[in-house]
């Protein structure tokens, strides 16, 4: 078991959290991290992309010339693929490029990004925040005690509205409620950020 400091909103330290080593003390399993990853951008993409088969395209109803007689290979519709303005042969059609990956590697992979952000220092646990009400200034002015720079993951509880509307305006902070939370936001970052109620949250899901 690790034991890490729990950091204020001052960037003083207020207390310590021992983390779970089934969580965040595993060898990061970097193959199963790469499959999920993929897994999670292959869902987000639209698949929109169309084209249009030698059928769909308009007109080309009429024969261009006679089958036998003009020296000319024969023809059927100046629709067909080898003619400009034809038809699309192997073109791409709306689908789906979502594959399915299992529960388990799904938590191993959340578990193995948790254990490489530990090992690499950059997972600070912090005190939840606790703005009276909505403040950017208050959000920017906690990130500069904490010493928070470049691209910061930041993982809240569910319920921690005036957190989440403080941080949302600020450039590179990503704000995830620990019930969202996923192996891409949790490594695409320079420092990962999770308050002590999330913490909880996360090793009694993933422990």
Known sequence: MTT???KDASGKKAGSADLAATVFGIEPNMTVMHTVVRSQRAAWRQGTSN???RGQVRGGGKKPWRQKGTGRARQGTIRAP???GGGTVFGPHPRSYAFRVNNKEVKLAMRSALSAKL???ELVVVKDFEFEKPSTKAAVAAMKALGLEGRVALVIADDAVNTYLSF???PKVN???VSDINTYELIDNKKLVVTADALKYIEEVLA
């Open 168 to 170: 949302r305006n600020i």
């Open 82 to 84: 080898q003619w400009a």
């Open 175 to 177: 704000i995830i409620p």
């Open 119 to 121: 090992a690499d220092g």
């Open 51 to 53: 084209t249009l088969t």
């Open 4 to 6: 890490i400091e729990i």
